[in-house]
């Protein structure tokens, strides 16, 4: 019988959430004239410090309006 993989906790599936959201962004960084680029920019940098606040993992960032 093998071994069945633990379930992921909250935390690294909020991790795991925090990067395909960074992933599915890298294009909008990288283009300058990308439509709500400012905003995406700064939901990146939302996103990155995320885990270091008290919402960690309960409640996700949004893309600022």
Known sequence: VEPTAPEPTAEEEARMWRNMEL?????????????????????????????STAEFPNKRPTVPS
């Open 23 to 51: 992933s599915s962004t890298d294009q909008a960084a990288q283009v300058p004239d990308f439509p709500n680029r400012d905003n995406i920019l700064k939901y990146r940098v939302l996103l990155r410090d995320w885990p």
